[in-house]
């Protein structure tokens, strides 16, 4: 499986931009598709997250800013960020796992595959 990330760059605080992950390799119709970042000297943050049955999950500092979506169809999961903010600059990872449970669902290191990152610039 590969997980091909796109759509970072450089943004205006208070900006949008949305990242875009495509997989290939195999279906991951069952799996959860996810999105965590990580800051140079930090460990990966979870971000958000959609279930196998389509829930969503966020982490809480982006809470009512950012959506995920899925397009089980053509094996993609985008996240769309607003309002941004500085503190939201990172390297954006994509992430899937077939047999992740529920309670893990914000722990990295449960995830078996991962994109090659996309960085994301909030400034000023």
């Known amino acids: 499986v590969q997980l091909q990330a796109s759509g970072g760059g450089l943004v205006q605080i208070g900006g949008s931009l949305r990242l875009s992950c495509a997989a290939s390799?195999?279906?991951?119709?069952?799996?959860?598709m996810a999105w965590f970042r990580q800051t140079p000297g930090n460990a990966r943050e979870f971000v958000a997250a959609?279930?196998?049955?389509?829930?969503?999950y966020y982490g809480d500092p982006v809470k009512g800013r950012f959506t995920i979506s899925r397009d089980k169809a053509k094996n993609t999961v985008d996240l769309q960020m607003s309002r941004l903010k500085p503190e939201d600059t990172a390297v954006y990872y994509c992430?899937?796992?077939?047999?992740?449970?529920?309670?893990?669902?914000?722990?990295?290191?449960?995830?078996?595959?991962w994109g090659q990152g996309t960085l994301v610039t909030v400034s000023s």
């Open positions: 992430a899937a796992d077939s047999r992740l449970i529920l309670s893990s669902i914000s722990e990295a290191y449960q995830y078996d595959y």
């Open positions: 390799g195999a279906t991951l119709r069952n799996a959860v």
């Open positions: 959609v279930w196998r049955s389509g829930a969503l």
